[in-house]
């Protein structure tokens, strides 16, 4: 089982990378939680707070990688079985429309900016006023919807098979997804339907700016770029070859010439000299006397 799911990771879809670590976190998190009962001790608590979004911006503060680490956090089962269909079936749509690699970037965007969204509602809102300092929140909900969005924006038109009897267009699915995600504010969950709502944002903003020549991937593109030459061990090997390939080729030329034109072995040595200072500069670096030199070695029989 860890065989396949190293091989899935290394050459699995982004889709497929992006639910293996969700369900890797998953499974850490609850055999934590688990140890934490049976042992009767806080400390699977405290992990799992340290890696959930606080709305109280002071742990914020001292914790900021929360903004980053929630996305991939669930507690229940459901929570993360609906996350990872919504994911499976919506990122592959988005990577079949607009490329594979897209997908990861929206994800984390949508994560991002749908914590953001989270964390301005319950610091400036009065409705939230006295649960500010003891909220958190987790899951790949946001992430999700961003790819559910961008998916949306690409094609609207986009028919998806409901429950294996109902045909229904994206911006229909879509759009019924954000109406109950806006009224459930006010019953249940309400820090997760504003994220949902940040993520929905950003996943349409994103296929926006990509129809203008705007692609906000970039940054992550160009990230992924450094890491893999920081830890990609450099070889000569190639450069070496080149090198050796140069002067072989160097070689053969000479010879080449100095068979087709008969010229004699004592003259050989002054032909090379000539030969190399053309392949460094050029003809015309040579002195007169030089090209005089080749020029009759090329003429006798």
């Known amino acids: 089982v ?18 293996l670590v969700n369900v890797g976190v998953f499974v850490v998190v609850q055999i934590l939680l688990l140890i934490g009962v049976l042992s009767q001790h806080t400390f699977a608590k405290t992990i799992l707070s340290a890696i959930s979004l606080h709305s109280n911006l002071q742990v914020l503060l001292h914790q900021p990688w929360q903004i980053f680490t929630y996305m991939f956090v669930h507690e229940g089962f459901f929570h993360i079985l609906w ?32 914590g953001a969204f989270y ?27 961003a790819i559910v969005m961008a998916a949306t924006t690409i094609s609207p038109n986009y028919e998806v098979r409901l429950f294996m009897v109902l045909n229904l267009k994206l911006k229909w699915l879509t759009a019924a997804y954000i ?33 203008k020549g705007v692609d906000m991937a970039k940054p992550f593109h160009a990230l992924e770029d450094f890491f893999t030459k920081l830890f990609t061990k450099k070889s000569n090997l190639k450069v070496a070859y080149k090198n050796e ?48 030199f080749l020029f009759k070695v090329s003429q006798e029989d």
């Open 2 to 19: 860890w065989d396949d799911i190293k091989w899935q990771y290394k050459f699995g879809s982004d889709v497929i990378k992006l639910i």
């Open 83 to 114: 996350n990872m269909l919504a994911l499976y079936w919506f990122g592959n749509i988005v990577g079949d429309l607009i490329g594979k690699s897209k997908v990861i970037p929206i994800y984390i965007l949508g994560g991002l900016v749908g």
């Open 245 to 292: 390939n140069k002067q072989t080729t160097n070689q053969q030329q000479r010879q080449t010439f100095a068979k087709q034109n008969n010229v004699n072995v004592n003259k050989q040595e002054y032909l090379d000299s000539i030969l190399d200072k053309i392949n460094k500069s050029s003809y015309e670096s040579l002195s007169q006397e030089e090209k005089d």
């Open 119 to 145: 964390l301005l509602a319950y610091n400036l809102l009065p409705y939230f006023q006295n649960s500010v300092q003891a909220a958190t929140a987790i899951g790949a909900s946001a992430g999700v919807t």
């Open 179 to 211: 109406f109950v995600d806006l009224i459930s504010i006010q019953y249940d969950n309400p820090g997760g339907h504003i994220a949902h709502l940040g993520g929905f944002f950003i996943g349409w903003l994103y296929v926006f700016l990509l129809q």
